[in-house]
T-cell receptor, first 115, second 115 residues
Framework: GENVEQHPSTLSVQEGDSAVIKCTYS??????FPWYKQELGKGPQLIID?????GEKKDQRIAVTLNKTAKHFSLHITETQPEDSAVYFC??????????????FGTGTRLTVIP | DGGITQSPKYLFRKEGQNVTLSCEQN?????MYWYRQDPGQGLRLIYY???????QKGDIAEGYSVSREKKESFPLTVTSAQKNPTAFYLC??????????????FGNGTRLTVT
């Protein structure tokens, strides 16, 4: 099955700096790559996703890049703010389970933004 | 507001007892999922259901059971056969798409502690 590795496991940045989280995947058939943000005591929330037919996607301060040849994708957060502090998960999908999503998750990155 | 409700937030049980975790959604989503989250690990899929009265095993289904009698509800039973039941359990839902993944919407989880 698909194996997703995520680095770093923890990341501390000063407020206003950028943060980058990287993930690699093993299955070349993967074609959907979402990123989720999980705040303490809550469930993960989708913040951005990218499909394999594009190399980059932006949404305000958040961007995701995808390199299919190297099988890695990254989350970039610019101008970080204290409310960006959370655990971030990447995921990859090597195709569709019948009628349902088929996501494999990374192990998470705990981002701390220092005011 | 539409969303997913998991209850209770915290649950304590003695070893050897079965316990049922509740998940209700009012998003009119066809597909529902149960994930397990352990410290330092990514989310792992326990069971999923793409439609009422149908459900499929995920990657770690042993020791768990589910039912899907209503579109809105997807309860998870953690049986005494589950060897390491203490974990954070997340329920999610998504729309069904014929040939691709769609964003997952998560509840806020139930933390189960078995002693």
């Amino acid at each position: 099955g698909e194996n997703v590795e995520q680095h770093p496991s923890t990341l501390s940045v000063q407020e206003g700096d950028s943060a980058v989280i990287k993930c690699t995947y093993s299955d070349s058939a993967s074609n959907y790559f979402p990123w989720y943000k999980q705040e303490l005591g809550k469930g993960p929330q989708l913040i951005i996703d990218i499909r394999s037919n594009v190399g980059e996607k932006k949404d305000q301060r958040i961007a995701v890049t995808l390199n299919k040849t190297a099988k890695h994708f990254s989350l970039h957060i610019t101008e970080t703010q204290p409310e960006d502090s959370a655990v971030y998960f990447c995921a990859a999908s090597p195709g569709f389970r019948t009628g349902a999503n088929n996501l494999f998750f990374g192990t998470g990155t705990r981002l701390t933004v220092i005011p | 507001d539409g969303g997913i409700t998991q209850s209770p937030k915290y649950l304590f049980r003695k070893e050897g007892q079965n316990v049922t975790l509740s998940c209700e959604q009012n998003l009119n989503h066809d597909a529902m999922y149960w994930y397990r989250q352990d410290p330092g690990q990514g989310l792992r899929l326990i069971y999923y259901s793409q439609i009422v009265n149908d459900f499929q095993k995920g990657d770690i289904a042993e020791g768990y059971s589910v039912s899907r009698e209503k579109k809105e509800s997807f309860p998870l039973t953690v049986t005494s056969a589950q060897k390491n039941p203490t974990a954070f359990y997340l329920c999610a839902s998504s729309i069904r798409q014929g040939n691709g993944n769609s964003p997952l919407h998560f509840g806020n989880g139930t933390r189960l502690t078995v002693t």
